[in-house]
């Protein structure tokens, strides 16, 4: 019973120590573009949603892009891929760096 406890207590410390906290999930909006008028209708955007409060919040909006298709995230950036270029953009503060 004693080493079931302290193997208990061991497993239980790692599995504490090594655990990951979800600041933030990136949802990328790829919007929509109505071809038959050739017009934006709803641009592409980034939004957050925080799982802590239970929000939703666009802190992006890709003016002039008729889609967005992927978001990367690496290191301190990601990356969004919309119509025909490539953003690299802050991951705290959402500035579009290039």
Do not use: C, W
Not at 50 to 78: A, C, H, K, W
């Amino acid at each position: 019973m004693k080493k079931t406890f302290i193997l208990f207590t061991f497993i239980s410390f790692g599995l504490l120590t090594f655990a990951q906290h979800l600041h933030q999930v990136l949802i990328l909006n790829e919007g929509y573009f109505d071809y038959t008028n050739n017009e934006i209708v709803v641009p592409a955007s980034v939004g957050v949603y925080d799982p802590i409060e239970n929000t939703y919040s666009q802190v992006l909006e890709l003016t002039g892009m008729r889609f967005g298709s992927d978001l990367v995230i690496d290191g301190d950036f990601y990356y969004v891929a919309a119509d025909t270029k490539i953003f690299k953009i802050d991951l705290d503060s959402h500035e579009i760096i290039s």
